[in-house]
């Protein structure tokens, strides 16, 4: 073989070789990259993974707060049913009428047979010796007879109304049963029965709400009930004056 060609051979030789080990260094170091990108993006994917994850817990969570609270508003409305049931029955309203009455005094400070007395009615209704509900002492030797049967059916006509119009005459005799009340309670000998005798007669209803209505219908309500010295009053205000 001459030299010439021998040494061409060598040089081509060592020109493919120098070739294939620039290729294998290039495809080394982008493997060894390849590598790095991985290892520098997995705290990435891992604070990813682990949001996802929390994101499901949460999601999960709500649905079941979600599922507790249906159950919740659904005792919430069979328990207001049965109140608005219940309070339809004259007995039962008296009876609801009069513990809010003495939880009331209670909230005051009062206790019970020492501030305040309960009594029983005695007596029918247009006749006979009548009593309030509670008759509270107050300093100086005052007393106040308070009376919590004030009836609230038309009221709750107007809540389960089906239509304004009918929720607008369900509230005017609201209006009506609770003037006529305060005319009742005017007429009681309250100061006759009992010494030293009642400076008023408060009649007590157990929520502002069954005020705010009747006053929308009868706006000087408040007024004509002092006037013939009844004070209608709502657990706040009755606060305020115990």
Same mark, same amino acid.
């Given at each position: 073989?001459?030299?010439?060609?021998?040494?061409?051979?060598?040089?081509?030789?060592?020109?493919?070789? /120098? %070739?294939?080990?620039? *290729?294998? +260094?290039?495809?080394?170091?982008?493997?060894?990259?390849?590598?790095?990108?991985?290892?520098?993006?997995?705290?990435?994917?891992?604070?990813?993974?682990?949001?996802?994850?929390?994101?499901?817990?949460?999601?999960?969570?709500?649905?079941?707060?979600?599922?507790?609270?249906?159950? #919740?508003?659904?005792? =919430?409305? $069979?328990?207001?049913? %049965?109140?608005?049931?219940?309070?339809?029955?004259?007995? @039962?309203?008296? $009876?609801?009428?009069?513990?809010?009455? $003495?939880? *009331?005094?209670?909230?005051?400070?009062?206790?019970?047979?020492?501030?305040?007395?309960? #009594?029983?009615?005695?007596?029918?209704?247009?006749?006979?010796?009548? $009593?309030?509900?509670?008759?509270?002492?107050?300093?100086?030797?005052?007393?106040?007879?308070?009376?919590?049967?004030?009836?609230?059916?038309?009221? =709750?006509?107007?809540?389960?109304?089906?239509?304004?119009?009918?929720?607008?005459?369900?509230?005017?005799?609201?209006?009506? #049963?609770?003037?006529?009340? *305060?005319?009742?309670?005017?007429?009681?000998?309250?100061?006759?029965? +009992?010494?030293?005798?009642?400076?008023?007669?408060?009649? +007590?209803?157990?929520?502002?709400? +069954?005020? %705010? @209505?009747?006053?929308?219908?009868?706006?000087?309500?408040?007024?004509?009930?002092?006037?013939?010295?009844?004070?209608? /009053?709502?657990?706040?205000?009755?606060?305020?004056?115990?």
């Amino acid at each position: 073989m001459p030299l010439g060609t021998f040494l061409a051979g060598i040089v081509v030789a060592l020109g493919l070789g /120098a %070739a294939f080990a620039a *290729v294998w +260094f290039r495809a080394q170091a982008a493997k060894r990259a390849a590598e790095q990108a991985t290892e520098s993006t997995r705290p990435i994917a891992d604070t990813l993974t682990r949001i996802e994850t929390h994101i499901r817990e949460i999601e999960s969570q709500r649905q079941h707060m979600l599922g507790g609270l249906e159950q #919740q508003l659904g005792a =919430l409305s $069979r328990e207001t049913i %049965a109140l608005s049931q219940a309070l339809r029955v004259p007995n @039962a309203r008296g $009876r609801w009428g009069e513990l809010t009455l $003495r939880r *009331v005094a209670e909230l005051a400070g009062m206790a019970p047979y020492c501030d305040f007395y309960e #009594q029983e009615t005695g007596g029918q209704e247009g006749g006979g010796r009548q $009593r309030p509900d509670m008759l509270v002492k107050l300093p100086g030797g005052r007393t106040l007879a308070v009376d919590a049967k004030v009836p609230l059916a038309a009221y =709750l006509d107007a809540e389960a109304a089906p239509n304004a119009a009918a929720r607008d005459a369900a509230l005017a005799r609201h209006a009506q #049963q609770v003037t006529r009340h *305060v005319t009742a309670l005017s007429t009681r000998e309250y100061c006759a029965q +009992f010494q030293p005798a009642p400076e008023m007669v408060v009649l +007590f209803l157990a929520g502002d709400h +069954f005020l %705010a @209505a009747a006053l929308e219908r009868e706006p000087d309500l408040l007024e004509r009930a002092l006037a013939r010295k009844v004070l209608i /009053a709502t657990p706040m205000t009755l606060i305020s004056v115990l």
